[in-house]
Structure formats: C-alpha cells, structure tokens
C-alpha cells in the first residue's frame, strides 16, 4: 500500500521542522513547500525570506525530505493585505493572522498541495483535529487547543471549515513546545536554538507606525480625556488600538496622582472616528476599557453551523484566559456576547473566538462593545 503524501508548509522556524520530521518518522511521504508571501522591501533589514529559505531548505536536506518554495505574494496582497488597510482606515485593528490562515495557509497552499497530488497539508501550528463520528455513519472534524496550553493557537485558526480541517494534521498538537526544541537540539537541526518569529513578516521588527505611514492617508487631531479636556494630538487614528500604552506621547503628562504621590499610565480607551477623537484615560483598570459585552459580524462556523449552547467561554484577544459568556444570535451575520466578568480593551477588528472547554467552535470579527457599569 503506497504512503499516504503530505505537504508540510516549513517557515525555516523550529516548529514547522519539527513538525515534517515527526509526520516522515509516522511514515508519511513528506513533501517540504516553503511560502513566500510579502515581496515589497523584502530585502531591507526588517524582513528577509532568504535566511528564513536557507534555513528551510537546510532542515529539509537533515531530515531527508525534498522541498520547493512557491510564491504566494499576489494572493497575499489580494487578500490579505487590502483587507488590513481597509480594516486599519476604517479606525478599527485587524489580525492578518487569523486572514492569513484562512486565505493563505489553507487556501491557496492547500490547493497548492493538491495539485501535487497530496492527500493531506500539515503546517506547525499548535492545534489539533478530531475526527467525530456521529448519526448514520457522518463526519464531522472538530478544531481542538493544543496540548500546550501556552502555545495554544486554536485562536487564529478559528476561521477554518470542515473541508480544510479534513485535509489538515498539526503534528505539533500533541506535545509541548520544550519537547519540541529537545527533538530539533537531539537531531542537530540548523535552526534548532532559532529564535520564534514574532509579529508579522512584512513589518518585521520596524516601527509599526512607520510601516503605516506608507500605506495610509493620516490626519491629526485631538486627543482627550472622559471629560473632554484636551491633553494632547494624536497623529492619525489609524496608528493607535484601544488598550495601547507605548507611544501615545503623554508620557509627561501626570493630570491624576494617586496617594503616594505616584501617577497612574495613559491608555487609548475610545476613537471617535467621526469627530476625528482619540479618547485617552489613566489607569490599567479605568471603566472606559472593560466591556460587558460585544457584537461581533463576519461570523465563521467551524462546524458549519451556530453553536447550540448558549454558555459558552471566548477570548477577544490572543493569550487571554477563557471568559465565561453567553452567546446570543443578532442575525444570520452577526451574534452577541454578555461577560459574566468584564473584559479588558475589547477591540473592533481582533477576533471574537467561542470555545466549548477544548473545542473551539468559531467566532467572528469584534464590531462592537458595551463599555461595563462599574461601581
């Protein structure tokens, strides 16, 4: 019985490298593919694909498996990265990630990897899938977190449907992350110690703002407090996300001083994208940055269908603890959460995620939320 043929996406990171040694040792044909997805600048100091394709190929001629690089720029650009400065002009703070994976990773590389006749991807995300059977002999495919839990990245992956699931392995899902770097350390991997990359590679490690400025139109304005005193002037509310500390420019300025004479830090809670307004406060805890509750639009299902629970758990953000809600139906396109604890910066264009305990069900794009009553 010939082997099952797998494309494994490998980044040049430890994870991804990992992953395709493990799936060869499971006896799979393995198949290395190596995506390209940002080519403006990609010769500057910030992000360079070249040592990340060394790296790749180098891991690739270790383990003994053949692998090719295929460019998925345009595709990004097209999906992905339009939608990012649609998202960012509109005044609300999208995650390319949680896009990526749905158009990229397992769009356009699945449909890749099918074409060179494979039966299934594989990528290094820390996730994994189950296969459950139920009512006359149907399917179904289940998104489970990670075994990790501080790996866990369920979370961008949450847009994902049964048909992509049914072709995905996430080898990774079943260990942690130090088990994963004593395989690369064991095996002698060229990129066994190498960094995890952080953010997005097509703004690297530059000055976000900087990096915006390039792609987006900006205008000034003012920047005030609850009660309307103007304490400054934003440079365009594009560059600032609710929750914010760094970089809002206020660092001088002590309006509140609390007992022992100290003075409580600047957050971004609100932006008025009408009147052109940043709304700042003082204090991590301030009213104006816990919701109760949220609306959430572009709703994806991973199970094809709404979750049938209403007491659910969900993150808004990336390494957030599970917070217990109650999940409600607005319209075929949109639904609501309530918070039984009031959430912290919850932020128009990050993702709202629904998780059943391991589970997760899906989630939609945050448009909206309730600022909470605090007494």
Known sequence: MPKKKIVIGMSGGVDSSVAAWLLKQQGYEVIGLFMKNWEDDDDSEYCSTRQDWIDAASVADVIGVDIEAVNFAAEYKDRVFAEFLREYEAGRTPNPDVLCNAEIKFKAFLDHAMKLGADLIATGHYARVREVQFGAGATRFELLKAVDAGKDQSYFLHRLN??????????????????????????????????????????????????????????????????????????????????????????????????????????????????????????????????????????????????????????????????????????????????????????????????????????????????????
Not at 259 to 274: H, Q, R, T
Not at 324 to 329: I, N, Q
Not at 363 to 370: C, H, Q
């Open 162 to 375: 049964q048909a992509q699931l049914s072709k995905t392995l996430f080898p990774l899902g079943e260990i942690h992350k130090t088990e994963v770097r004593r395989i690369a350390e064991q095996l002698s991997l060229p990129n066994a110690r190498k960094k995890d990359s952080t953010g997005i590679c097509f703004i690297g490690e530059r000055p976000f703002r900087e990096f915006l400025n390039r792609y987006l139109s900006y205008r000034p304005g003012p920047m005030k407090t609850p009660d309307g005193e103007t304490v400054g002037e934003h440079v365009g509310l594009s560059f600032y996300t609710l929750g914010q500390r760094k970089g809002i420019g206020l660092g001088g300025m002590k309006s509140h001083r609390n007992p022992d004479g100290s003075s409580d830090a600047w957050y971004v809670a609100k932006k008025d994208i009408e009147n052109n307004t940043l709304y700042v406060v003082q204090g991590h805890d301030h009213s104006w940055l816990l919701s109760s509750a949220l609306i959430a639009g572009q709703i994806s299902w991973i199970a094809g269908q709404a979750p049938e629970a209403e007491q659910l758990s969900a993150k808004t953000r990336y390494r957030q603890a599970d917070a217990g809600c109650t999940h409600r139906a607005v319209d075929d396109g949109a639904f609501s959460l309530l918070f039984s604890t009031p959430q912290w910066a919850v932020t128009p264009g990050q993702s709202a995620v629904l998780y059943q305990d391991e589970i997760c069900l899906g989630g939609g794009i945050i448009s909206a939320s309730a600022i909470a009553q605090v007494d």
